[in-house]
């Protein structure tokens, strides 16, 4: 019944974890990770028998409401999911007056927060269960939406909407490749690979962006915000922002004739502030299961659709080299769940610099389940870190034209 933080704060001592290696912000029944293990399962089911046996949107209700749905509430989901895709139409001045560079992360993250504007009407700080199931439907609905109309607009193509016999993911992948002049059909392969790559996004408990995602909402700023924050701490490349940063990367060791040695021993040079991305994780010291999981998934895909992507074959002898290594043996650095993912992306035509907003798309399950569960704890308070000043102790105030 002693609730140690405000034991110590009363105390007046402050403990001191830079970066959180060891700090548990929370306690949570969504996702269980064990790292040495290689372990990771949602609400207790594995997600190894998650991706074989569900689909995404029956993932998300069981992140989100905690249990997988009967029938009858799988069935209510996808349609209110399904109901809520129109987006204002006013919205769609904003993507016009980006630039056709703009990075999709930029516009998904503005366009989230923009969302807020349009539904007032959700924004209470408390909820009732219907207002909070409202929020959420829509939020699943639109930001799929919202991703593809980025995309659209970095390759100048007009806007499509979803179909309504069309599942969610399958959707998303109508939204993307339809155009006035070409007949698209969700080819199934791809559409399942899509579904398990969503499943294995969809949590990873306390990150960088599920964190950012509890701290934004703590102050009581509306899930509209606290997503679009939790985006932009996605977009960093030590954390999703990786899965774009590995496939650059690999294309350079090809150019560079795939001299493996030449990267590894920069990622080793501690002058040199590059890292193998896609290796090391803060918590798995193990393969990271849904890298496992997704180089299978790899593997059949290129297989399936008669791809002959070299850059697979990069990847592959270079996590050969770098776990033959004695500095990644010591420090336990594996592949991790962006090492595989942007060659799936490649396969199925995403664009190099839509691979981070696929992260966002499969983590915003997660992302929602946690906020929920969050301003459900009764007692929760605003999340406020303390520190440890190492400033300049008190001084006198210096006027400008004495200062030297
Ligand atoms: N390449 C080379 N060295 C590495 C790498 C890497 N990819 N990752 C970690 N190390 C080294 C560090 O230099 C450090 O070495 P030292 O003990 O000699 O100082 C040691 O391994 C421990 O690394 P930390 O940085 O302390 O580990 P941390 O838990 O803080 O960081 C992170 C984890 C950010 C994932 C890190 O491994 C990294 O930068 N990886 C590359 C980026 C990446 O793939 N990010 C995606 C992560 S998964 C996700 O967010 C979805």
Redesign the pocket.
């Known amino acids: 019944g002693i609730d140690i933080s405000k034991l110590f704060a009363s105390t007046g001592y402050v403990t001191l974890d830079p970066?959180y290696?060891n700090t548990g912000s929370c306690k949570s029944a969504i996702t269980y990770i064990d790292g040495d293990q290689g372990i990771l399962r949602y609400r207790g089911y594995d997600i190894a028998e998650l991706c074989e046996k569900s689909t995404f949107m029956e993932v998300s209700y069981l992140l989100v409401y905690g249990e997988l749905p009967t029938p009858e509430q799988f069935t209510r989901f996808k349609d209110k999911v399904q109901h809520h895709s129109l987006i204002h139409e006013d919205m769609k001045s904003f993507f016009t007056a980006y630039p056709g560079h703009a990075h999709p992360m930029a516009i998904l993250s503005a366009m989230v927060c923009s969302l807020s504007v349009y539904h007032p009407e959700l924004l209470k700080s408390d909820p009732t269960p219907k207002e909070m199931s409202q929020t959420i439907t829509r939020l699943l609905s639109k930001v799929r939406v919202l991703a593809a109309f980025a995309y659209k607009r970095s390759v100048g193509e007009a806007f499509v909407y979803t179909k309504p016999k069309l599942d969610y993911v399958a959707n998303f992948l109508h939204m993307m490749f339809t155009n006035p002049v070409e007949d698209y059909e969700v080819d199934e392969v791809i559409r399942k690979a899509l579904d398990v790559l969503f499943i294995i996004h969809a949590d990873?408990e306390q990150?960088?962006s599920t964190s950012t995602v509890r701290m934004v909402g703590s102050s009581k700023a509306n899930l509209f915000a606290a997503i679009s924050a939790g985006i932009c701490a996605l977009w960093g490349?030590?954390?999703?922002?990786?899965?774009q940063?590995?496939i650059e990367m690999l294309e350079d060791i090809a150019k560079d004739g795939c001299n493996y040695k030449k990267y590894i021993d920069k990622?080793?040079d501690?002058n040199d502030p590059?890292?193998?991305?896609?290796?090391?994780?803060?918590?798995y010291k193990n393969y990271?299961p849904r890298a496992q999981i997704i180089k299978k998934h790899c593997d059949e895909l290129l297989d399936q659709l008669g791809i002959n992507d070299p850059i697979l074959e990069i990847a592959k002898g270079l996590e050969e080299a770098a776990l033959t290594d004695p500095?990644?043996i010591e420090?336990k650095?594996y592949p991790?769940?962006?090492?595989y993912s942007g060659i799936v992306y490649r396969a199925m035509g995403i664009p190099t610099n839509m691979f981070t907003v696929m992260?966002a798309l499969g983590r915003l399950p997660g992302w929602i389940a946690h906020w929920k569960e969050m301003i459900e704890e009764p007692g929760t308070r605003i999340a406020r870190p303390r520190q440890i000043y190492v400033g300049s102790p008190q001084r006198a105030y210096v006027p400008i034209n004495r200062r030297r």
């Not at 490349?237 to 899965?243: I, V």
């Not at 590059?274 to 918590?283: D, E, I, W, Y």
């Open positions: 970066s290696g990873h990150n960088c490349p030590l954390h999703g922002g990786a899965n940063m590995v990622a080793k501690k590059f890292r193998l991305m896609g290796f090391g994780h803060r918590v990271d500095y990644f420090r650095l991790n769940v962006d090492f992260f």
